[in-house]
């Protein structure tokens, strides 16, 4: 088989960040095709979520921040991920030092806000972009679909994909939103530095004797951060839950039996919430980091985990790959208006200016709190413990530190900007 195909743009890779991507450029009328290498009919992907027990969980969660809240809005996304049940609202943050007498509270009430952000479980997420994308006959997904080959840039900018298939792409445009092991990003041969953390995460649900009360806990612990989170409003103690550990000390937790794991965790945890009664299947998920050494060629364009990835510490992974999409669809239109090319290195460039800092920025940030809680002397950890406690009482601090995390802090693209009231 070999057909010739014409696109405005070809996103490789129809996870979240992708579909939020086509979305948003789909909506200008550019003619937009989207590639998944999962097989399947999306219906059947949607009716598989849609018939998930109320008390069956997937592990894989996201903290939305309001910035992606409001760019699922845009997209028209929304709707139907509340609408399923399964979005849980947190008002209230509590982090404090297992090996110290630290600790920081953050409070939407203090912002003036409803809420921080939301729980959300990355199927539902998923879901819900797909039901958007439905309503848009700009948009082609192409299912069961793997990249063989990206040729380099023509004169124009432009790209040809082979596919396993045979089939030949033309774009004006590819961007490569296909996760952390980008296929795009190593055919283009763009390098990234990576580096093992050393730690795994352990990802499950629980059940607790007692409330989450909408509030996301972390307890630094000697072995690694560990947060529940609150997963839904309709159970109120059901959490999720990320243990980042050693890979020993994870191989361990993985061998206990159930009632020797949630023993293990509630003593972890210090049981804030209660006994631990109960938990899904656990997983273990090995950490590393990563950033590609640029964002941008000609043609070419990298977002989310194909870009970057960082540690799950607070959560941002998700939110960061929101916000490249967002800044790119800004870009592309502002582009298009001015009858600028939208495959151009000098007007891709403005979106790698854009995110490429910010990214690095949060990178660094996370990198940092990771070492300040790493194992330390006695003296370090009496240090660190006056410093959460002495940021507590710092109400600006606290402020500007959970407005960045909220997405709120500085100018947002216009695709994740709250309306002004």
């Not at 909408?214 to 999720?240: I, K, Y």
Request: hydrophobic share 45%; aromatic share 6%.
């Amino acid at each position: 088989m070999n057909q010739n195909t014409d696109y405005d743009l070809v996103v490789v890779g129809a996870g979240m960040v992708g579909l939020a991507l086509a979305l948003g450029v789909a909506r200008t009328g550019l003619r937009v095709a989207l590639l998944e290498q999962r097989p399947g009919d999306p219906v059947d992907w949607l009716e598989a979520v849609a018939e998930r027990g109320s008390n069956e969980y997937e592990n894989r969660v996201s903290a939305l921040n309001l910035a992606s809240v409001q760019l699922l809005k845009n997209l028209g996304a929304w709707d139907a991920i509340t609408a399923s049940g399964r979005a849980c609202d947190y008002t209230d943050m509590q982090v404090w030092d297992g090996e110290g007498s630290g600790s920081i509270h953050f409070s939407a009430d203090a912002l003036h806000e409803d809420c921080l952000g939301y729980i959300v479980e990355n199927a539902v997420i998923h879901a819900g972009l797909l039901q958007a994308l439905q309503q848009h006959e700009h948009l082609e997904l192409m299912t069961g679909t793997r990249v063989r080959a990206l040729s380099a840039p023509a004169a124009a900018g432009q790209r040809e994909l082979e596919l396993e298939d045979g089939r030949l792409l033309q774009a004006r445009l590819v961007v490569a939103a296909d996760g952390a092991l980008s296929q795009i990003r190593k055919l283009a041969g763009i390098p990234a530095t990576e580096w093992d953390y050393g730690h795994h995460a352990l990802v499950t649900s629980v059940w607790t004797e007692q409330s989450h009360a909408h509030c996301c806990w972390q307890r630094f612990t000697e072995d690694g951060p560990l947060a529940f989170l609150p997963l839904t409003s309709t159970e109120a103690n059901v959490s999720s839950i990320v243990w980042s550990t050693s890979p020993a000390h994870g191989r361990d937790l993985m061998a206990l039996s159930d009632s020797e794991f949630l023993t293990a965790l509630g003593r972890a945890f210090e049981n804030r919430l209660g006994e631990v009664t109960a938990c899904t299947e656990r997983q273990l998920i090995p950490l590393r980091q990563r950033h590609a050494h640029r964002y941008v060629e000609p043609g070419l364009a990298l977002i989310g985990d194909a870009a970057h990835t960082i540690h799950p510490l607070a959560g941002q992974g998700v939110n960061l790959g929101f916000m490249d999409a967002a800044a790119l669809v800004d870009v592309l239109c502002r582009a298009e208006a001015r009858g600028e090319s939208i495959a151009d290195l000098a007007v891709l460039r403005r979106f790698q200016r854009q995110r490429r800092s910010s990214n690095l920025g949060m990178a660094a940030t996370m990198e940092g709190f990771r070492r300040l809680f790493a194992p330390q002397p006695a003296p370090v950890r009496l240090l660190r413990s006056c410093g959460m406690n002495l940021m507590d009482r710092l109400e600006p601090v606290k402020q500007h530190l959970v407005l960045q995390a909220m997405g709120l802090s500085g100018e947002q693209p216009p695709l994740a900007r709250r309306p002004r009231v």
